[in-house]
């Protein structure tokens, strides 16, 4: 903890993004874009999920390319770890025939659990490293400098997220009911009778966006709330040293566990679009 | 914490993302898995087979050393009696022999003795006639008494 903050600001600078905007006079980032309204980047989120999802993808390209059906590696193996017990997952919930939904649920799984990761990451190490590039290289102020290092506390990121899901549901929905098909499922259920129809179109919206609002929520709530009190923790001062260390552990857990319910619930969603009622 | 275009970035990589692993990572990886699956299942389907197979071979195995041990015990069994028979006749043939020669023997014994009668009797005959013919010289008319020495000569 820096010492020249108070508490509040601490907490305030490590969760504020780092922002980019175009104004008039160019790029501009941070404090400069307060007014920029919905065109404005969060770059920290963008570069580390890209990255993460970008190792990712390497990693997994790297096992893809020289994976050999007879005796794996032991990197191999572990790749094929993750692919089975995703495979097996998504085998047991959705029985159509996709070739989307297991890809994407690994997806889901390895970039979200990357991401979740990043908390784990002690709190100040990014946002130091950071100011100090801000301060030397650019010769701004190390307050003004921001990086929350963790793109899953980002509502952003979590919402693109379960709207690309919710896209995908849409779209199985119409694709496999047709647009009949799925218009019915949203006004005949659960009262099959005509002049329930707009009682039902309301339940089943509010059944059918309160899917990708969960997921989005879920996600963000767990982490914002994690990555808090990770910070919390460390303004504690010597205490944050006994305290850090359960919360961390606990984290091994919570952390693979939001991604695996973000993957699971993707794949029960979809699966309930494959469904034909 | 406010929603902005961020929100655009995210999801166009969010689907870049899904398309590379769809397109890249899942369906090599998964194929590899799968095969290796059926390679392991063909394996132990193999194993299985050749431990049938070997199972039927031992027997059969058995079956023939049974069998050739059985042959070999005939073929002594024949070999011997074969000997058995070859003594018996060999000793039949000696023992026929032997009696032949020993008849023979004995044929020759008789006619050698026959012949041997014969001479002496017509010596004593002759002797028997010298001498009645030297007795009887000065009594009687030789050819008188012929038919008498002729009957005589006939009873010795």
Redesign the interface.
């Known amino acids: 903890m820096a010492s020249e903050y108070t508490t509040t600001e601490y907490i305030q600078h490590h969760l504020t993004n780092a922002v980019m905007c175009t104004t008039e006079n160019g790029i501009a980032f941070n404090k400069a874009c307060s007014d920029a309204g919905f065109w404005s980047w969060h770059i920290d989120t963008l570069l580390w999920s890209i990255g993460l999802g970008v190792l990712f993808l390497w990693v997994f390209t790297n096992a893809a390319r020289k994976a050999t059906t007879g005796v794996p590696t032991k990197g191999q193996a572990f790749i094929e770890m993750t692919i089975e017990f995703v495979n097996s997952n998504v085998k047991e919930t959705f029985h159509g025939k996709n070739a989307v939904i297991a890809p994407l649920a690994l997806t889901i799984f390895v970039w979200v659990l990357l991401m979740n990761l990043m908390d784990l990451v002690p709190v100040d190490i990014l946002p130091s490293i950071a100011g100090f590039i801000g301060s030397s290289a650019f010769g701004m102020d190390p307050h003004d400098v921001y990086m929350k290092a963790v793109p899953t506390t980002d509502l952003n990121l979590t919402f693109a997220l379960a709207l690309g899901v919710f896209f995908l549901i849409i779209y199985y929905s119409i694709k496999i009911k047709g647009i009949s098909g799925f218009v019915k499922e949203l006004t005949m259920q659960p009262f099959n009778h005509w002049a329930f129809i707009p009682v039902n179109f309301i339940l089943e919206s509010v059944t059918l966006i309160a899917r990708p609002l969960s997921l989005a929520l879920r996600l963000f709530g767990n982490l914002y709330a994690s990555e808090l009190i990770f910070i919390l923790i460390a303004t504690l001062g010597l205490w944050q040293l006994p305290l850090h260390f359960p919360w961390a552990v606990f984290h091994i857990l919570v952390l693979p566990l939001q991604a695996f319910i973000f993957m699971m619930l993707t794949i029960v969603y979809l699966s309930l679009a494959h469904e034909d009622h | ?11 166009i ?3 870049v ?2 398309w ?3 397109k ?3 369906p ?6 799968e ?2 699956q059926k ?1 392991i299942a063909d394996g132990l389907e193999a194993s299985d087979q050749a431990e049938k197979d070997l199972a039927v071979a031992q027997a059969q195995a058995a079956e023939q050393l049974k069998e050739a041990k059985a042959q070999a015990a005939e073929i002594i069994e024949q070999a011997k009696k074969r000997a058995n028979v070859l003594v018996d006749e060999e000793t039949q043939r000696g023992h026929s022999e032997r009696e032949k020669i020993i008849a023979q023997g004995y044929a020759e014994i008789d006619a050698e003795r026959n012949r041997a009668k014969e001479d002496l009797r017509k010596q004593v005959s002759a002797l028997a006639i010298a001498g009645a013919e030297k007795i009887l010289a000065r009594e009687i008319d030789k050819d008188a008494q012929a038919d008498i020495v002729a009957k005589l000569v006939d009873e010795l």
């Open positions: 914490m406010n929603i902005n275009a961020t929100l655009i970035g995210q999801a990589a969010f689907a993302f899904v590379f692993c769809m890249f990572v899942w090599p990886l998964l194929g590899a898995i095969e290796r390679m």
